[in-house]
T-cell receptor, first 112, second 115 residues
Framework: KQEVTQIPAALSVPEGENLVLNCSFTDSAIYNLQWFRQDPGKGLTSLLLIQSSQREQTSGRLNASLDKSSGRSTLYIAASQPGDSATYLCAVNMNRDDKIIFGKGTRLHILP | SQTIHQWPATLVQPVGSPLSLECTVEGTSNPNLYWYRQAAGRGLQLLFYSVGIGQISSEVPQNLSASRPQDRQFILSSKKLLLSDSGFYLC??????????????FGSGTRLTVV
């Protein structure tokens, strides 16, 4: 059974710093991995989607990497800003009925 | 472009009252549709998913039900709400065979408080 873990559960970082959020999964036979952002009381916004054949994806200050063999993905945020404060969730798609499995998220707080 | 609408945004309902939350998708055909619940301090729990009209699969036994009367409409219902039904409900869609490129898209959510 696939399990997705995100560590740490919460993180506080001064503004301007680069940071890395981690996501690990137990079954490496994934179809793709998706990173989401969730602001308090809001829905999920898709940030980056990495297909199983890809190693990384970039969007602006965000870079997501995928290492299937080791069961890991990282989300790198460059030059963090207070507006980056949110909960970040990763989710893996096992291509079984197209359902995805979420981690519990990392709550990020950027200190002004 | 594809969009997903979910309403209402917030809802306060008394215990024992009925519930109907609606989700509609635009700009795509034959999507897979999902209802998730996010309880306070907990992760996202998949409640129902549907791969077509009238086809509903339940992930967990509960006081809720789902229906898909039209291709792009997904409804979450309850006949009698319980206090434990409180939470943040999210609708999402994906397209089989294309999720490698497009992933999941989520609605803005409904905050349900049962009092």
């Amino acid at each position: 059974k696939q399990e997705v873990t995100q560590i740490p559960a919460a993180l506080s970082v001064p503004e301007g710093e680069n940071l890395v959020l981690n996501c690990s999964f137990t079954d490496s036979a994934i179809y793709n991995l998706q990173w989401f952002r969730q602001d308090p009381g809001k829905g999920l916004t898709s940030l980056l989607l990495i297909q199983s054949s890809q190693r990384e994806q970039t969007s602006g200050r965000l870079n997501a990497s995928l290492d299937k063999s080791s069961g890991r993905s990282t989300l790198y945020i460059a030059a963090s800003q207070p507006g980056d404060s949110a909960t970040y969730l990763c989710a893996v798609n096992m291509n079984r009925d197209d359902k995805i499995i979420f981690g519990k998220g990392t709550r990020l707080h950027i200190l002004p | 472009s594809q969009t997903i609408h979910q309403w209402p945004a917030t809802l306060v309902q008394p215990v024992g009252s009925p519930l109907s939350l609606e989700c509609t998708v635009e700009g795509t055909s034959n999507p897979n549709l999902y209802w998730y619940r996010q309880a306070a301090g907990r992760g996202l729990q998949l409640l129902f998913y549907s791969v077509g009209i009238g086809q509903i699969s339940s992930e967990v036994p509960q006081n809720l039900s789902a229906s898909r009367p039209q291709d792009r409409q997904f409804i979450l219902s309850s006949k009698k709400l319980l206090l434990s039904d409180s939470g943040f409900y999210l609708c999402a869609w994906s397209v089989t065979g294309f999720s490698a490129n497009y992933g999941y898209t989520f609605g803005s959510g409904t905050r349900l408080t049962v009092v």
